[in-house]
């Protein structure tokens, strides 16, 4: 049996989440308080995905660049090949909220999308 110890992340409380795996199965989840600390741990030792959050430049906006992040979370190890598929990526303005700058993120099916509304200057 193998003994993996956590923080989690799905809410402020920050629960120490105990997991306890026979090989690649996951046995039991103890020290969350919460429904989403079980699902976060299961999820977590299986199969971690990760929020990407970045910016990319603006032309002919008010601002020159917007923010932006992955619409879902996406494989832990293809964190770096999605912030590779931004890499030189223009936008022109106006940028809205929600807009995709990025379709199919690095082949994951996660498009990227904009955080931010950038006017056109």
């Excluded at 920050?14 to 741990?41: F, H, L, P, W």
């Amino acid at each position: 049996m193998e003994i993996r110890n956590l923080t989690c992340i799905s809410c402020p409380m920050g629960c120490q989440i105990t997991v306890e795996m026979d090989g690649n199965e996951v046995v039991s989840v103890t020290g969350n308080t919460c429904k989403r600390g079980d699902i976060y741990a299961r999820k977590e030792v299986t199969n971690p995905t990760r929020i990407v959050t970045s910016t990319v430049r603006v032309i002919g906006g008010k601002g020159d660049m917007v923010s932006v992040k992955t619409k879902e979370d996406i494989p832990k190890g293809k964190i770096f090949d999605c912030v590779k598929s931004l890499k030189g990526v223009e936008v022109e303005a106006p940028v809205h909220i929600g807009d995709v700058i990025v379709p199919d993120a690095a082949g994951t099916g996660v498009d990227i999308v904009a955080t931010k509304n950038v006017e056109r200057a």
